[in-house]
């Protein structure tokens, strides 16, 4: 009797590499979910954030001590929000061009999930092969 054992077959060599590369491709598809999830939250805080600074103080400004307008380091109150505006809009084109590449990229994703798909076929075709080798339980 020989202390030799049957090759491995190559098939199921390749449906180990079917599930590495399936296993791959969930993680970075919910990598790119979460991405894209953070993204919208920092979308709602800055929209929320602008509303505020719209809100805010606009107008005649009130005069203090000897008939200075009210200023925020040598801007008034008016200037102020604008700039507050105008960097939250900054922000959220910023936003907006970041979640356009992880958009591409998760499309992108999903249209390559052909190897999570095979895997899924070839797990199912090869599990009588896993059964012939004892290895399955």
Known sequence: MSDQSPPVPPSLLKLERLRIRSDLHFAAKRALSERRKELNDQRKYIRQEMVTAAESFSGSQPTVGIGRPTSLGGKTLD????ETLAKLQRWMAAIDAV???VAAAYDELSASSGDAGAYQA???HLQQTVADWGLSQ
Not at 79 to 82: E, V
């Open 122 to 124: 070839a797990a199912e």
């Open 79 to 82: 200037g102020q929000r604008r």
């Open 99 to 101: 979640d356009a590449v």
